[in-house]
């Protein structure tokens, strides 16, 4: 029986995401997950987190609060 061959994305996480922002604007860091999680079916919502904190402290992103514990992310 073959083994599942891994292949390599030709971009990372976070080149897609910055991607989705620039074509969609703002969206919710949920809609942006569930955007993710379409083309890395691997990603955790750890890694997401991370992905987004380095992003914002580069100055790339910027996060605000909305009810109920959703943040906004949105082009800087």
């Not at 030709?10 to 997950?33: C, I, M, N, Q, R």
């Not at 991370?50 to 909305?66: A, D, F, P, W």
């Amino acid at each position: 029986m073959p083994m599942p061959i891994k292949t390599w994305k030709t971009h990372p996480a976070y080149f897609v995401l910055l991607d989705l922002l620039e074509k969609k604007g703002s969206l919710t860091d949920a809609e942006l997950f569930d955007a993710l999680i379409e083309e890395f079916k691997d990603l955790g919502f750890k890694d997401f987190n991370e992905i987004l904190m380095r992003l914002e402290i580069s100055g790339k992103v910027r996060m605000t609060s909305m009810a109920r514990g959703k943040r906004r992310v949105e082009l800087t």
